[in-house]
């Protein structure tokens, strides 16, 4: 599959990108640098060819999460040895409102599942988990098969799914 996003590098237009979420703009424009130096984060975004804009960001980390906040359904198939899972984390997907409607968030998703899918047979990764920000947020994940993880607001998806997508 074709990557559609690049690492984020210090050519990118980043003070222009606002998806209407401080939280999300902030992060893009002051704190993703950083965390990038400090190998806490990689982010990979999606540009406009046209004027060098960002239409939209994700980052991924390794995570981690307890066995017991998995559903059980799942738990019955893993090493009762572990008691934390390992996991990629989708910590932060957003799209420029320059370009909402247009099904990027989607592309930006598959993309991450995608590099996810991907890095699972060097690093292992059980799931992709995401922490989703709103109500809005929750219901996109759910849209794409993402399962709640109880008692956390956590949303997982477990990578032979993602497998599924790819192979």
Do not use: W
């Amino acid at each position: 599959m074709k990557q559609f996003t690049e690492h984020l590098n210090s050519n990118h237009k980043k003070a222009e990108f606002s998806c209407g979420v401080p939280m999300l703009d902030d992060y893009l424009r002051k704190q993703a640098n950083q965390d990038i130096k400090r190998n806490l984060t990689a982010c990979f975004v999606l540009t406009d060819e046209s004027n060098d804009l960002l239409k939209g960001y994700y980052t991924l980390s390794n995570n981690s999460i307890p066995q017991n906040k998995i559903p059980t359904e799942f738990q019955k198939k893993l090493p009762k040895s572990y008691t934390s899972i390992p996991t990629t984390l989708l910590g932060r997907l957003a799209v420029d409102s320059r370009y909402k409607g247009q099904g990027l968030g989607k592309l930006l998703l598959v993309d991450a599942l995608y590099r996810s899918y991907e890095i699972s047979s060097s690093v292992g990764s059980y799931a992709v988990v995401v922490d989703p920000i709103d109500q809005s947020a929750v219901e996109f994940y759910s849209k794409y098969g993402f399962i709640l993880l109880p008692d956390s607001g956590k949303m997982f998806l477990p990578m032979q799914t993602i497998k599924s997508l790819f192979v």
